[in-house]
């Protein structure tokens, strides 16, 4: 009976044993599956998914709307060439004048070196009362380029912060606008012309736009309406005064990415082209300088004449 027992209890034992090597056996096989998947080969099209999207989060492309904030601490970003998209014929000769205007100047000299770097007539159209005004307009002085005064005038909406009577505004005394205006003029003597920032509600002003027109024709400079609003009375006060008036014909930069710049200044040589002249507007951001600075050349290959604004409104 003793011996019977013995044997019971040897079976028992040796049933623990094998199950738990089953399990640890069952273990081991677990782990192995779950990192031999973690190590399983990308396959090529999941790596060329991965590159690709990874391209995209550096492309070397600005987006948004430059905020007026001055930030010596920002440098610029150097953007690899890209070749122009070509949607105008290239025909040597045919071309027209174009003159092309870079409003915002004055809160940073970040981009004075483009003012070396594209030797073409560039008018440089600054903001009055930045920590800057006087610096760009010493700096665009120095490499010949024409200066001109940015006002500011009343939006029709602006969510911007700006000083109390720094912009012009359509329920101002006429004494205070000359005031301001004479103000804004004083700091940069060197300018020969004037042309909006912003305006879309004071444009369509006609007693406004009277005091401000005639103060600039005291002055002998010229006005370009930067045409915010499609109501402006600036064409017909510049006539009647005899003022040298002109007018935008396209904004380079409203969406501001290399492709729609290019975009941009392919439909400016058309307007040139079939008019004969054209009037661009940009602003002071580094690809918006950097695509003329790439763009130009080809336009003069194509046979236009890149002017200052001031004989393209004597020679038209």
């Known amino acids: 009976m003793v011996k019977k027992k013995k044997s019971t209890a040897l079976k028992s034992n040796d049933t623990k044993v094998a199950a738990i090597v089953l399990g640890l056996f069952a273990a081991v096989v677990i782990l192995f599956f779950i990192f031999s998947k973690g190590n399983e080969p ?94 760009v307009a010493d700096c665009a002085k120095h490499y010949h380029k024409l200066t001109m005064l940015h006002l500011p005038l009343e939006a029709l ?57 005639r103060k600039i024709k005291k002055k002998g400079l010229f006005f370009v309406d930067s045409m915010t609003a499609h109501n402006s009375v600036c064409a017909g006060l510049a006539d009647e005064m005899d003022l040298a008036f002109g007018k935008r ?31 661009a507007i940009g602003h002071d951001r580094h690809l918006t300088m950097q695509v003329l600075k790439e763009e130009i050349p080809l336009l003069e290959r194509e046979g236009f004449k890149i002017v200052s604004i001031k004989e393209l409104l004597k020679n038209r």
């Open 157 to 213: 909406h602006n969510y911007d912060l700006y000083p109390q009577d720094y912009v012009i505004k359509t329920n101002m005394s006429p004494g205070l606008v000359s005031k301001i205006l004479d103000e804004d003029l004083a700091q940069l003597p060197s300018i020969e012309g004037v042309n909006n920032h912003m305006g879309s509600k004071a444009t369509g002003d006609r007693s406004l736009m009277m005091v401000i027109l």
């Open 42 to 135: 990308v396959k090529e099209k999941e790596i060329y998914k991965k590159k690709e999207a990874y391209k995209e989060k550096v492309l070397p492309v600005s987006e948004g709307v430059d905020a007026y904030i001055p930030n010596e601490n920002v440098k610029p970003v150097e953007l690899p060439p890209l070749p122009p998209v070509v949607s105008v014929p290239r025909v040597p000769g045919s071309g027209g004048k174009i003159a092309i205007i870079i409003d915002d100047w004055g809160q940073t000299t970040a981009n004075c070196k483009y003012l070396k770097e594209i030797p073409e007539a560039l008018a440089v159209s600054i903001l009055p009362g930045l920590r800057h005004t006087r610096d």
């Open 249 to 279: 014909d396209v904004f380079l930069d409203n969406v501001n990415t290399r492709e729609a710049i290019i975009k941009q200044v392919l439909a400016l040589a058309q307007r040139a082209r079939r008019k004969g002249y054209a009037v």
